[in-house]
């Protein structure tokens, strides 16, 4: 059976920190991960990785790809409040589907 | 990155009542959309896969006689919760997807249904 895990499941930290949101993946024919913040309403696109040990960067967001050990990180460095949110991991199953992970609820507090 | 419209937002409707979703790419062909339920504090859980001009395939579980999905042109798709009940009472969100790209969403709507 596919699926998306991602780790930790809920996380509290301090303006400044910097966080590490780790996904892994079980599916049986893989195209390729995304990652997606998602605050109140619908998720809005992050990444998208195919590729292993190609960072990708958008500012302070980063993520990178391992697809022999089969799990991606995503990191944000010198956080800030606006970066709460959900952020989902999710395997394109060679266009079958997306499947998703549970989140990691992300609270960056003042 | 590429839009994709949802409407409406929000919906109140009666139970036993029908409601039509619509998802549409406004400026790419989206040869694949996909239909999502989310529950409060929950993750994203598939509900359909629909390919242009195909009959959509369903989710082990999702009730296609239910969930009516339709994707008859390459920009627009429509989910229509047949004959609706509390339960059903969810925020529906559909992505859209061209060739192998990565999916956008659209703003989701949230259906009560009462």
């Known amino acids: 059976e596919d699926k998306v895990v991602q780790s930790p499941l809920s996380l509290v930290v301090h303006e400044g920190d910097t966080v590490t949101l780790n996904c892994s993946y079980e599916v049986t024919n893989f195209r390729s991960l995304l990652w997606y913040k998602q605050e109140k309403k619908a998720p809005t696109f992050l990444f998208m990785l195919?590729?292993?040990?190609i960072e990708k960067k958008s500012g302070r967001l980063s993520s990178i790809l391992d697809k022999k050990e089969l799990f991606s990180i995503l990191n944000i460095t010198a956080t800030q409040t606006g970066d709460s949110a959900v952020y989902l991991c999710?395997?394109?199953?060679?266009?079958?589907?997306?499947?998703f992970g549970p989140g990691t609820r992300l609270s960056v507090l003042p | 990155g590429a839009v994709v419209s949802q409407h409406p937002s929000w919906v109140i409707c009666k139970s036993g009542t029908s409601v039509k979703i619509e998802c549409r790419s406004l400026d790419f062909q989206a040869t694949t959309m996909f239909w999502y339920r989310q529950f409060p504090k929950q993750s994203l859980m598939l509900m359909a896969t629909?390919?242009?001009?195909?009959?959509?395939?369903?989710e082990q579980g999702v009730e296609k006689d239910k969930f009516l999905i339709n994707h008859a042109s390459l920009t627009l798709s429509t989910l229509t919760v047949t004959s609706a009940h509390p339960e059903d009472s969810s925020f529906y969100i559909c992505?859209?997807?061209?060739?192998?790209?990565?999916?956008?969403f659209g703003q989701g709507t949230r259906l009560t249904v009462v």
């Open positions: 195919t590729s292993s040990g």
């Open positions: 629909s390919n242009e001009g195909s009959k959509a395939t369903y």
């Open positions: 992505s859209a997807q061209q060739l192998q790209t990565e999916a956008f």
């Open positions: 999710a395997v394109d199953n060679y266009g079958q589907n997306f499947v």
